[in-house]
Every structure is written in C-alpha cells, then in structure tokens.
C-alpha cells in the first residue's frame, strides 16, 4: 500500500481520497477509523434534559416504537436518528445490526448463547439479552471473528 500525503495551507477542508483495486478488509478498517473520527458524540434526551453521549459508552441503539433509544449504564435515551442513519454513521468494526430494531456495540458484549431456531441471544455486559435475528447471525459471527478457521 502506498501512501501519499500533500499538505498545502491553500485547503480549506480535509479531503480524504482512496484509490484501490477492491475494497477488502484494511481498506474496511481505514473507512471505519474515519468513521469513528466524525462521530464523537450523540445527543440523546431523556425527560426535560439532553445528554452529550459518547458512542462506545451506548451498549446499544434500539428502535422502539416511532423512536430510536441508546442504551448506556446511565439509562436509556431517546434519539432523534433512525437506526439506519447511526448504521451509516458508526463504524462497523464496532458497532453491528443484529436485529431489525438493534444495533449492539461489540465492545459491551459479554456472551451469547445460541438457540434451536438459529438465532442467537446475545448479553452485554450490563445485563441486558437481545436476540440477534438469523438475518443477522452470519454478520456477527464474522464481526466477532467466531469463522477464524473456516472458509466462507
């Protein structure tokens, strides 16, 4: 991999260009690391008051109802972006869908079990279960690593 960097006072904005045959995993893990720079913080509100929440502090995100909660240590906070747009706004390396309506950061995992109709109960470590759809089971197997000596 080359590298190449020009600095220049002429820019007015950081550009940040990548050239490559296909995009496979370094290349994954550099977009994810860009990501992860954009989003610092997330507003969540909870009663009267909005809280500054930093992302790898949410357990997880989850839709319920006609919102969109984060779930911390603190408690829980409505959000105003759908599922979809913080799917698109955190870095997947991280964070992963493992339902329709939940978006888990791997990094709060502590165990799952699996179930006879192929989905998975995933705890944090707070505690809390969720269930992790079939849908979603490939992608978070391959998020945790889980087919090191398999061939997919």
């Known amino acids: 991999m080359k590298v190449s960097l020009d600095i220049d006072s002429d820019y007015d904005e950081t550009i940040v260009t990548i050239h490559c045959k296909e995009v496979d995993d370094t290349i994954k893990e550099i977009l994810d690391f860009l990501k992860g720079m954009e989003t610092e913080f997330i507003v969540g509100k909870n009663g009267d008051m909005h809280y500054i929440l930093k992302p790898n502090e949410i357990h997880f995100f989850r839709a319920h109802g006609d919102s969109v909660e984060a779930v911390t240590a603190e408690g829980t906070f409505k959000l105003k972006e759908k599922l979809y747009e913080l799917e698109k706004l955190l870095p997947s390396n991280k964070f992963v869908r493992i339902s329709k309506s939940v978006i888990a950061n791997l990094h709060e995992l502590s165990r799952f079990e699996a179930s006879f109709n192929g989905t998975l109960c995933?705890?944090?470590?707070?505690?809390?279960?969720?269930?992790?759809?079939?849908?979603?089971?490939?992608?978070?197997?391959?998020?945790?690593?889980?087919?090191r000596g398999k061939k997919e």
């Open 122 to 147: 995933v705890y944090f470590k707070s505690g809390v279960k969720e269930y992790v759809s079939r849908r979603y089971v490939h992608a978070i197997k391959k998020a945790l690593k889980m087919n």
